[in-house]
Every structure is written in C-alpha cells, then in structure tokens.
C-alpha cells in the first residue's frame, strides 16, 4: 500500500505556533510559493467548473422551454420564467426565509447563513433572492473545488486531485451545486476547516468550523473531528521533540485547543435568533418533527428503503425512489470501509475524512423521514440521502484513487454524465425524483 507523507511535509513545515510555512529564505518568497500552489489549484479546476456550468445552462435552456411549452406552441418565455425552473422545494424555503424571515416553525430547520447571503446580495443587486442564491451556491462551489484540490493534493497527488474534482462536480446528483442550495456553501467552509485542521491552524479551522455549523446542522460534526485531528497533531509533534526538533511549542499548541468552541458557537447563535423569533432556542430540532421521526437505530431507515424495494410494484413511483435513496447510501458506506481497508486504503493520518463520512452517513440515517398520510404506501425512509453523500468528500477521493484504472474512469464518467443530466431535467420539471 502506498502511504502518504506525513501531514503538511509534502510543500510546507510547520510554525511554531501551528500554522504553514513553506521552505524557503524569506517570507515573501514563502507566500509567492503559496498563492502560486493556490492559483494552480485554481487554474486546474476551472475547465471542469465552466464547463458543467455550461452543461447546466445548456439543460436549463432547453428542458425549461421543450418541457413547459406544448408541441409547436407560438408562445415563448422569458429569461426570467427558464432561470426560476430551478426554484423548487428547498430553494423556495431559502428564498423565503430571506425575503420574510423565519415565518414558521417548520422553517427553522433551515439553518441561517445560506438565506442571510441571499438577502444581502438581494439588497446589493436589487435581484430575486433565488437568483442570488444561484450565484452564491455556484461561486461556492468553485472555491469548494479549489480547496478540495488543495487538500488533495497535499494529501495524495495531483493526478488523484484532479479526478477526486472532476467526480464531485459530475456526480449524478451534482446539480444541488448549481441549484440554490447550501450545499456548495457547506462544502466550501467544510473543506476549509479541513485543510486548516490538517496544517494545524486551530483558530482558522474552528471559524470555519463555526461557518459550517451556521451552514448546516452537519457542520457539529466537526467538533469531533477537531479533537480526533489535535490529538492526532500533538503526537506527531511529539515524535518531533522526541527526534530533538520543533522544541519549545507546547504552550501555542494548548492555546489552539480553545478554537474547537467556535463550531458550537454557530449553533448557538442560530440558537440565540431562534429564542428571539420563536422563544425556543431549539426550534431548529423541534422543527424536525415536520420532516422526520425521533432517532431510530441506524439499520431501520437502510432496512425499510430495502422492504419497500422488495414489496412495492416494481414500476411504481416508491421503488426506482427509494431504489435511488438506499444505492447513495450503500454506495458511500462501501467507499469509507475501502478507505479503511483494501488497496485503496487511507493512511491512518488521513483517518478523520472516514470518520466525518461515516458520522455523516449515521447522521442521515438516524433520523428516517415520517412516514405518508397513507399507511399502506411505501413511503421516503432516507430523504435527501442523495443530496447528503456529496458533503462527504473522502468518498470522492476514495472514487479517485479507483479511477486510476482506465477502466473505473471510463465506467464512472458514463454512468455518472447521464444520470446527471436526467436528474436534473426531473428537478427543473418539478418531478420528485431526488
């Protein structure tokens, strides 16, 4: 098995008060040496960002016009009627929140800093805030791309950087990152914690950290991985003093531990405006109950998606659905035990990306959706899994390091571009596929 050098060794030593430092004679060079790495990573992933933006449009404009006007018809629609195909379900629930506000219960299970840029870039540009959730949700994506290129390269190579982005931006269910959605925005700040984490900047780490939280509930998963990623510092530092380097640190690596509060700190915030709005401070978790049941062990949702699969007719609606809810699900599952264990395994360094994943994935099962007003329909037990694996980016290293066969590359791309492009056309249609 291959294993990767030791956190930040492959361009960059370590401050010592934690932070980067590239080799070289002087700082400017050192930060010349920075924004350059950057910018290529910039540069290496922005044919793959222009050209599914392109995708997209391409099926905006055509699916938002062969599917809405008749066979033939004289009439035609405006710009306006093709971009607001994408105004569907969540991003409605977005938009609203930023033009009103929280102006129900069930609302508040929609975290805040996604609707607050909105509004912001609403005010600015005098434009829908659907629009602007567009172009928020795009422009994260591509500083997501970034990030994700950085730190896979850092922690792998270049050429597994470049699929691991070429694969997350044709993932079949990729479109949530052009759609106004969060997940571009949880991403990036996701990722940025990451890579601060893996360098050992603590205080930058735990504002992103902190970001995500305010992003998505998710992001509360990050304090654990702030923890598994300290520890995991401290004693390659140690094994440093022990090597007779890097003395004289521990007093600024103690400081940094404090950081891990700023995750919270989202939450509570969000808490804070909720008591304001609603008088309850976990209106967030209460509003869970217009969505999904109380916590359920982890089996029970994968086990019923597998039951109504098994027991619904085979072309009814409930099957293909849920056929698509427990394959991301199995799929991703599969991918963190790979990095575990198999040829493509992970260096036990790098093991806080499969314990995000894994946490993510038992995340999204816990909770199963509420069942219909019909008892004796199939109904939803893992809604949303399809839009949740794509935050758990390990899977999608994992996916690249496979796709070093031709033959992986070749198989994933053809399964993947299609049913991209079909998903999307569901959701510019209204249909609920996803």
């Not at 699969?309 to 699900?329: C, G, M, Q, R, Y």
């Not at 036990?348 to 329909?377: C, D, E, K, R, T």
Request: net charge positive.
């Amino acid at each position: 098995m291959w294993t990767p050098p030791e956190p930040a060794a492959i361009d960059t030593t370590l401050s010592s008060t934690g932070g980067m430092r590239l080799h070289s004679a002087t700082g400017e060079h050192s930060w010349r040496e920075l924004l350059a790495a950057w910018w290529k990573a910039t540069l290496a992933v922005l044919p793959v960002f222009l050209l599914t933006r392109f995708v997209f449009l391409l099926l905006t404009y055509f699916g938002g016009i062969l599917f809405v006007l008749p066979n033939y018809s004289a009439n035609s629609l405006s710009l306006h009627d093709i971009l607001f195909n994408w105004n569907r379900w969540d991003a409605i629930r977005f938009a609203t929140i930023a033009s009103q506000g929280y102006i129900k219960l069930d609302y508040a299970a929609f975290f805040p800093l996604f609707p607050t840029l909105e509004r912001l870039l609403s005010d600015l540009t005098h434009r829908d805030p659907m629009l602007s959730g567009l172009f928020i949700s795009n422009l994260a994506f591509f500083g997501a791309l970034i990030v994700l290129y950085r730190l896979t390269e850092t922690e792998f190579d270049r050429d597994t950087a470049n699929r691991t982005t070429l694969y997350l931006a044709v993932f079949p269910t990729a479109l949530f990152f052009f759609a106004a959605y969060n997940e571009s925005l949880f991403l990036l700040f996701l990722l940025l914690s990451f890579y601060a984490m893996r360098r050992g900047n603590w205080w930058i780490a735990g504002l992103f950290g902190g970001l995500a939280t305010l992003t998505r509930s998710t992001g509360l998963l990050l304090f654990v991985v702030f923890f598994f990623e300290y520890i995991r510092y401290q004693r390659f530092r140690m094994k440093e003093a022990r090597m007779g380097r890097k003395q004289g640190r521990v007093i600024g690596q103690i400081l940094g531990l404090p950081a891990c509060l700023l995750i919270p700190v989202g939450l509570g915030v969000y808490a804070y405006g909720l008591s304001q709005r609603f008088n309850d401070p976990l209106a967030f978790s209460h509003a869970q109950v217009f969505w999904r049941e109380n916590i359920q062990p982890p089996w029970t949702a994968p086990l019923l998606a597998l039951k109504f699969i098994v027991k619904a007719p085979l072309f009814s609606f409930f099957t293909p659905h849920n056929i698509i809810d427990l394959t991301a699900f199995v799929l991703f599952l599969v991918l963190m035990l790979l990095a575990l264990f198999g040829p493509v395994r992970f260096s036990s360094q790098q093991w806080s990306f499969v314990l995000f994943g894994l946490m993510a994935l038992l995340f999204a099962v816990i909770f199963p959706g509420i069942p219909g007003s019909n008892p004796a329909l199939p109904y939803d037990p893992l809604p949303s899994m399809q839009r949740f694996v794509l935050e758990i980016f390990a899977g999608f290293i994992v996916l690249a390091r496979l796709g070093r066969n031709n033959w992986f590359h070749q198989t994933y791309l053809l399964l993947s571009l299609p049913m991209l492009a079909f998903f999307t056309l569901q959701f510019l249609t209204g249909h609920w596929t996803i």
